[in-house]
Every structure is written in C-alpha cells, then in structure tokens.
C-alpha cells in the first residue's frame, strides 16, 4: 500500500513564526504536491515537484516556500506564518510511471492554526 | 484558464435515493478524469478514474462515473446512497503536458440522512 504520511496532524502557530510541515511517501513517487484546503475552495496546488532538487509553483505560492533534499522527502515552509495561512494543508504524491496513470496518493493532512 | 466545475456545493439526501453528482471542465482535448472522496476524518482517496475506453466508468462502493465528451461532463452516479457515503466529493481534471498536476473542483458535500 502507497503510504504518505505528515509529520503533524494539528499545529497551533503564533503569526511571524517559521513553520514546517513536513511530509514523506515510501513508493518512490517522483511527484510530490503540496495543497491546501479551505471550505468552499476546494483544493488549491501551492507547490510541486517532480524531482529531487526541482520545484514548480503551483497556483498559491505566495508566502510559501518548499524543499526536496531527498525523493521520499518533500517539505513546506512558511517562512513567517500569517492568520490567513490557518488551513488544511495536503501532501500527495504520484508516479510518473507510464500506467500509473498519474493517480495522487495524499496523506492525512495537517490542520495548522495561526493565531 | 482550464478549470473543473461542480455545481452542487452541498447535497442531502435520504437513504436509498439516487445520487448524480455534476462535473464539467473547460478543456477541448483530451484529459483523464478522477473522482476523489474524503470521508470525514480521513485521507483523500480515488473513488474511480477515465483515462480511455469504454466511458462509463466503475469505482468502488457502487459509484460509476459517465464521460460525456460533447458536454466537457464526468458525472458522478449511486442507484442506492448509504448513510456511510457521507463525504465530501471532488472531481479532478489531468491535462496532457502540464506536468502531471490535477485541477480539482471545488468539492461536494454530501449528507445522507439515515
């Protein structure tokens, strides 16, 4: 089974603090994705990458920065976290693997708080 | 801009009613389709998936999916809800050379009433 886990599931963060989440998968996916998820707005892409060392911005960027040191390993940093960044936050991953279809595996999800 | 659109926000029905759940994208090629579903407290996981072929598509626990290629439309179907289907939905969109990201909807919610 395709595993991807986060390292956090509730995170309680006051506003300017540097914050990480952390997210690793065990499939050797070469894709890895970072959402988030708000009521209403469904899933919005932050960043990807689809290689150790390579990222892509997504279509919220803004306020986020990412880090792949290692191809299970994809990291999502806030480098001085807001209130309006309070939200569900997503990893997923995917193979690039012809027949794997590009199906995204996502984790449990993170629910960070920023007071 | 490409984008994925369903049209019910939120959905209740009774158990053993039928449910169609709406999907359209605004794209003229050739995409792959997916339904995702997120029970609550859980992981967003695939219910079904179109890439080619026969266009009436099986998932699991009895949802099917139809590709209606005139109507840019990928709907959702159940003959039977169950309470258990309580869960939000989410139709996603993969275009061909866009690295391999998924455009998602917005989301279903849906509460089946026991």
């Known amino acids: 089974d395709v595993k991807v886990t986060q390292s956090s599931r509730y995170l309680v963060k006051r506003t300017g603090e540097k914050v990480f989440l952390e997210c690793v998968q065990d499939?050797?996916?070469?894709?890895m994705f970072w959402y988030r998820q708000d009521p209403g707005l469904g899933l919005r892409l932050i960043y990807f990458?689809?290689?150790?060392?390579?990222?892509e911005k997504g279509d919220i960027p803004e306020g986020y920065s990412v880090s792949r040191e290692k191809k299970e390993r994809f990291s999502l940093i806030l480098e001085s976290a807001s209130t309006n960044q309070t939200s569900m936050y997503l990893c997923?991953?995917?193979?690039?693997?012809?027949?794997?279809?590009?199906?995204?595996?996502f984790g449990p999800g993170t629910r960070l708080t920023v007071l | 801009a490409q984008s994925v659109s369903q049209h019910n926000h939120h959905v209740i029905l009774s158990e053993a009613a039928s449910l169609e759940l709406g999907c359209n994208y605004s794209?003229?090629?050739?995409?792959?389709l997916f339904w995702y579903v997120q029970y609550p407290g859980q992981h967003l996981q695939l219910l079904l998936k179109?890439?080619?072929?026969?266009?009436l598509v099986k998932g699991i626990k009895g949802f099917e999916a139809e590709f209606i290629k005139s109507k840019f439309s990928f709907n959702l179907r159940k003959p039977s809800v169950q309470w258990s289907d309580t869960a939000e939905y989410f139709c996603a969109v993969l275009l061909p050379g866009r690295d391999d990201k998924i455009i998602f909807g917005k989301g279903t919610r849906l509460h089946i009433l026991p």
């Open positions: 499939m050797d996916h070469e894709n």
């Open positions: 179109y890439f080619s072929g026969d266009p």
């Open positions: 794209y003229g090629g050739t995409v792959n």
């Open positions: 990458s689809y290689d150790v060392k390579m990222k």
């Open positions: 997923a991953s995917s193979s690039r693997l012809a027949g794997s279809y590009n199906e995204q595996f």
